[in-house]
Nanobody, 126 residues
Framework: QVQLAESGGDSVQVGGSLRLSCVVSGSTYRRYCMGWFRQAPGKEREGVAVIDNASSSTTYTDSVKDRFTISQDNTRNTLYLQMNSLNPEDTAMYYC???????????????????WGRGTQVTVSS
């Protein structure tokens, strides 16, 4: 069973930066898709960024390209999301997710992931 634990959420002002972390434990399989999803109040959960932990190939949703960077440190079993140039539309609960995979690429689709953390809140104010 894979456990995911997010941290790093905070309240920041417009234009600020945050780095989210997700510690992964309980994994014995070599290849996973891992990613960050977010859910704002009254909205559906959406994919933000995903990474193939074997190839390090990444995919981003259009609204965060050139502002957010997903990365991993396999020695620390940790997934990161560096968020720059934050704006109020980035306010949401951010979730870390994972799924064992044999696919050639990782989907940015919530229903494809079966392991989830509890989330960390990001609030951006003007």
């Amino acid at each position: 069973q894979v456990q995911l634990a997010e941290s790093g959420g905070d309240s920041v002002q417009v234009g600020g930066s945050l780095r989210l972390s997700c510690v992964v434990s309980g994994s014995t399989y070599r290849r996973y898709c891992m990613g960050w999803f977010r859910q704002a109040p009254g909205k559906e959960r959406e994919g933000v960024a995903v990474i193939d932990n074997a190839s390090s190939s990444t995919t981003y949703t259009d609204s965060v390209k050139d502002r957010f960077t997903i990365s991993q440190d396999n020695t620390r079993n940790t997934l990161y999301l560096q968020m720059n140039s934050l704006n109020p539309e980035d306010t949401a609960m951010y979730y870390c997710a994972a799924v064992r995979t044999a696919l050639s690429s990782c989907p940015l689709v919530e229903r494809s992931y079966n392991y989830w953390g509890r989330g960390t809140q990001v609030t951006v104010s003007s």
